[in-house]
């Protein structure tokens, strides 16, 4: 049986190269090459490719168009889904060369060509045969007709199937502007549907699980959805009932779709049957923005798409990046983007309770920070801060031989994507030097400096320190708390500097997920109220102290660091591209 | 005159015979499996050396059986394309889903002489190194499978299946599975998934071609209920003289079912090709001849999914000449030969042998119409052409049987159906395309006339236009 996919795409660091920074997969060993026309074009394709769990195959007609860069429309075929040829969207005509059934030898034409025998239904002659491309290898000498009129004429009368039954519901279907039935009717529909018998009729609002509504009426019956939740999550949830035009998709019976990466099913889903609760009948897909980001709930750092309109997130999906999470995301990770959102969330710049400004307050910074005795400061800073935050926190605290720590999260792991670790930039604050290899464990010592009157000025960022080993009683002990958030706690509540922060989606930045993986995000949406990015007043602040030479934008900044910390020697931020780069860890 | 050639129908319908073992060893039973066993290995001219196994492999190519199921494809290559080096067990299944309607001649075996059929299933593992085998038996034929099982039960207790076979060190199990009732399950690849425990959705092929990727992804030889048992026979006769039975390229004997408009319907065992089709209806010792005063109208040939030939239809078959060239030569419906390769040239096929004869009182129109619903009805509906297409063209007959119709029905229907043939995953895309093409192309004129014929009572209000 497929093994799950967390072991198909495990992070590419090849042990043999001598550069830190590896970006691509070792190069591969010399493969064997196939001739093969597509479209009356000539290619060189690799004999073997990889299959969805990345094993080596006979390359099939599909993948040798992909290179040829000629699209086969297709459902059911997804490249991280094993095969099952059930749409038949994909078939294309072909062409073989003749063989001498006698000599074996191809049959030649006048001009020494070979003589091609095209693919025609065994029992009628006369008929084009058409072959699923997905599904079909290549042979040398082969051609593919990707855009002949029987090809053409296979597209239009499977489309034409799949509508008959659909509701075409398009104006109030949450899958519309990103719909495959919509795309390929554009591309290969016909204007008018011949069928005039009565629709067959499914079940609508189907409560799969938690977070999943299913329309049967919409449903092409692909198994997508099936093939993922049972090869890939390993939950083999559901499946399909009745038969024929009747089939329908159904989880087991008495039983939930609820494991935690059921909204995959949503983005594999090529039509508007499977919608997320959490996002249908919200936001008409046109609208949104997508940002290139990366998910912050736990230190696999999966890459995703924001969508945004507006100021507003409205949905995170998974955006492919095989050194992390190949196409997929957990469903929690998913919708953990409500909290951005939230009204309680910090806004103002707030010096001893009164509202101030940014001037102000870092000039106050600096000069708090500029005259304090060494050893007399000390920062708790966040895991889920860019790694360009913690290496300015890092500088500072460098310059002010200032304690530094962050806080250990720790959670359940699971077999294909979830972390442990629920910091997203673990390696971020190990790297940068801001915690040690153990997060936290440096906590205890800044509370008992605290306590013991040496620490005078405490900086946390992001955290409520009252959770992680400093008391409500001993933070009552330092003289100056300076505090940056997003949301209120019972540190922000206690602090005499305020200092309203960013969500990730606000700024832009680096993380360094659990393996190494370094990734920049984009900025989706603007900041609440007065927050400002951390990177952009942490700098100033560093640069007012002498700890850094001032960079003028988050890409001056992260090349800057990457001189700086050895283990990031050579990155630049150019190169990190929307996939990241690995570096050792 | 041909007369029947009862070799594996021998027993069945005789006084007194019955299903047990016993009745069965008194008529010789397994000894077929007994000289199989004791076959020698042998050196070919050529210096190549055969184990005992692949002489009995190589007997049955020579004996150019083909498979009795529908597809008529050679038994021994199907045999030799398993593949040997997997490192993983071979399976055998035999296919016992009979289930194409028109029918019904494994049914006479299973219920008559199961153990002929047991044999046959011993020998074909033994020549194929199979040490675990099944029987997939349509649900709808309990007796069927009672009677196997206790016929398993029977050679298991005399030391013919089980541990060490007849001392040879030959072990084997064969299990009957019964299916639950859905037709697609008699095509290999579904009958492969639904023995796994799965919805009996047949697989793509490539990759999943059963003589590799089969049962369990395991090399698999699936065939069918008849073909198996004459694989005994072969075995008894010796491949040569096998072959002598019926023509050549279309050798030994089938069962014939024969229903319909015939006065004598029923089941006949023929040599391959020794009697034709006018044979088979008209003759005394077969159909009989249609009911008094009828005329014949149509035949579907191979089961209902074979394409239709019509009452006077001429064709052009290639014949070796006296001088042993390939000459063409004008054959009518009811002269041409009851064989796999005469009725391929003619454009259809012999398929599971069911000869379904139709006389001037039936109307094609509501014959197509059941059909049509059979094959919506039994569509899996996995892939797209099938899935859509039957469900519309049994709509769409519906509509045209109940006052709905319209003139250009008969383009309507012929659009889908092409839509459907060879683009489906498995043969039941066919299966559900050919009666339609062919009803609607050879019967043109009726479906025409019944299309009009509603448009006209509708323009003058004697039906109501519900359908529009």
Redo the contacts between chains.
Sequence with gaps: MPEPVASSHPITIDPTMSNAVTNAPAAPPPVEKVRVKVDGREIEVPKTMPDWQGKMQPTTMLQACKIAGVEVPHYCYHHKLP???????C?VEFSTPMMDPATRKPVLNEDGSPKMARSV?P??PQ?P??A?AC???ISPGMEIHAASPATKQ?RE??L???L??HPLDCPICDQAGECKLQEYSVQHGQAAS?????K?HKPKAVDLGPRIMLDDERC??CTRCVRFTRDVAGDDAL??V??????TIASAPGRSFDNNYTLNTVDLCPVGALTSKDFRFKMRVWFLKETPSVCTSCATGCSVTVGSREGIVHRYEPRENDAVNGPWMCDSGRLNYRWIHRPDRLGKVLLRGAESDWTSAIAELAALLGSAPKGSVAFVASSRQTTEELWLVSRIARKLGALTDTVAREGEPDRLLVSADKNPNSQGARLTGVSFTEAGVTIPEIARGIDEGRIRTLVVLGEDVTKAGISSETLARVGNLVVSDILPNATTAAAHVLLPGCAHVEKRGTFINGKGRIQRFGKAIEPRGDARAEWEWLQELAVALGAVEPSRSIEGLFNRMASDVPALAGVEWARLGDLGVTVPV | MPTEHRLILKNADAPGYTPDIDCYLRHGGYESLRKALATPARELPDGKKQSPQEVIRDEVLKSGLRGRGGAGFSAGLKWSFVDRRSGKPIYLVCNADESEPGTFKDRQILHKDPHQLVEGMIISCWANDVRLAYIYIRGEMPHGARLLNQALSEARAKGFLGKNILGTGFDLEIHVHRGAGAYICGEETGLIESLEGKRAYPRIKPPYFPAVLGLYMSPTIVNNVETLCAVRHIVAMGAAEYAKLGTPNNTGTRIVSLSGDVVRPGYFEIEVGKATLGELIFDPAFGGGLKPGRKLKAIIPGGSSSKVLKAGEKFRLRRKGADGQMVQVETDLLDLPYDFDSLQQAGTMSGSGAIIVMDDSRDMVDALANLSEFYAHESCGQCTPCREGALWMAKGLERLTHGGGRGEDAEYLLHIAQNIQGRTICAFGEAAAWPVLSFVRKFKDDFVARGKADEDARARGVIPSHHH
Excluded at chain 1, 83 to 89: E, K, L, S, T
Excluded at chain 1, 194 to 198: H, L, M, T
Excluded at chain 1, 242 to 247: A, D, H, L, T, V
């Design positions: 095969v099952a040829g059930n749409c038949r969207m078939l239904l029992y009628e008929t045969r058409g699923i599904a079909t290898p296979m009368a499977v034409e199937s799949l008959i039954n011949r069928f005039v018998e009565p067959v092409i019956l499946g399909i009745n038969r024929g035009s009747y089939n």
